[in-house]
């Protein structure tokens, strides 16, 4: 749905959005994070093939962290952050100085004190990108706190993370800190009036900038 010259340009806002939020990540916890945000994807959930490695998250049978913000007014919808329970583990471990590249799916459990460290990091990270886009879209915005879940998904219930008529933002996700690397998933999902929004602000942007 969007072309490269949009993909390009929303690509380079939420890098700008997340090393933002990394710089204030990396003051909370005392050591140097990297977020980076490879690729950006405006889908309807209904069309995402399931063979598509990139949606692998979407139909994996588990436990799985899953972080929501809504947010509203002007610019609406709702913002998830979505990691395997091991990613989960592994990224809460890194925050609180207990480096551990992997860990094994079966043995995986997350302690009271992971969840507040993952509902902080959602906090910094969601509030962010969606204040930023508020921002950029010059748009009153209003939202609580996000809301986390340790869910568990069964081969029959992929529709659990989101309904298939959805339009969303999908910001694939990388976590780096002292060599390790977690991966997750932003999936925003937004009103029809605000995609148009979106699109009609970039297209501007785009004629100003390249005729």
Do not use: W
């Amino acid at each position: 749905m969007l072309n490269e010259l949009q993909k390009d340009m929303l690509t380079e806002l939420v890098n700008v959005y997340v090393g933002q939020a990394a710089n204030m990540l990396s003051e909370i916890v005392d050591k140097h994070i990297v977020l980076s945000i490879p690729e950006v994807e405006l889908i309807s959930i209904s069309d995402v093939d399931p063979g598509d490695r990139r949606y692998k998250l979407f139909f994996s049978e588990g436990h799985l962290f899953r972080s929501s913000l809504q947010f509203g007014y002007d610019f609406q919808g709702k913002a998830f952050l979505m990691f395997p329970a091991e990613q989960a583990k592994v990224l809460a471990n890194m925050c609180l100085g207990e480096l551990t590249e992997t860990i094994d799916p079966e043995e995986c459990r997350l302690l009271d004190t992971d969840l507040d460290v993952l509902k902080e990091v959602s906090n910094i990270l969601l509030n962010a990108i969606i204040g930023e886009f508020g921002n950029f879209l010059e748009m009153k915005l209003e939202y609580v706190l996000p809301d986390i879940e340790l869910l568990h998904v069964t081969h029959s219930d992929p529709q659990i993370l989101l309904q298939n008529d959805v339009y969303v933002l999908v910001l694939h996700t990388s976590f780096l800190l002292a060599d390790t690397n977690v991966k997750g998933i932003i999936l925003i999902a937004l009103s029809m009036n605000s995609i148009s929004s979106l699109l009609e602000k970039m297209n501007a942007l785009l004629e100003e900038h390249h005729g």
